[in-house]
């Protein structure tokens, strides 16, 4: 009975694992979606010839077809955690003085397209484990190579 209830749960997992969701999690951070408001969390799918946003579960916000893009960037905004050493500086100067040396990054991925005379384009924020699966899985259906904003050097 035990080996059987072992193997039932051997085959269990895997299963769980499989029904999960696809796609990766990115919040809207601007653009040409005039629906969604910045912040709002979607979930982006990339299939054989096109990426799509969900909001929710079934909410089709945005369909791109992969021929349709034109760019894909990738940038980083690091800043200290000022705001949360000052609140633990008061209950703990020792704390709040470490916390005022870390940093913070967020991971941003700028996606625009064109069909036809329409152009759009977009910036999300990716989660820090995810961002590199999303810029692969771009570059991949569009055959597009991402350019990191970071390493260009504009002069004025």
Request: hydrophobic share 40%; charged share 20%.
């Amino acid at each position: 009975m035990r080996k059987l209830l072992a193997i039932a749960l051997c085959l269990s997992f895997p299963l769980s694992v499989v029904a999960g969701e696809n796609g990766f999690k990115v919040k809207y951070d601007g653009g040409t979606i005039t629906d969604l408001k910045t912040g709002t969390e979607l979930r982006m799918e990339i299939h054989g010839n096109q990426i799509q946003f969900f909001k929710g579960k079934d909410n089709l916000v945005q369909t791109i077809p992969a021929s349709a893009v034109t760019d894909i960037s990738y940038g980083q905004d690091v800043h200290r955690r000022v705001g949360a050493a000052i609140g633990l500086a008061v209950v703990s100067f020792g704390v709040g003085a470490l916390m005022a040396l870390t940093k913070s990054k967020k991971h941003y991925v700028g996606l625009t397209w064109q069909t036809g005379e329409t152009k759009g384009g977009f910036a999300m924020q990716c989660d820090k484990n995810d961002y590199r699966g999303v810029l692969t899985g771009l570059e991949g259906v569009t055959g597009k190579k991402a350019v990191d904003t970071d390493a260009m050097n504009v002069k004025n």
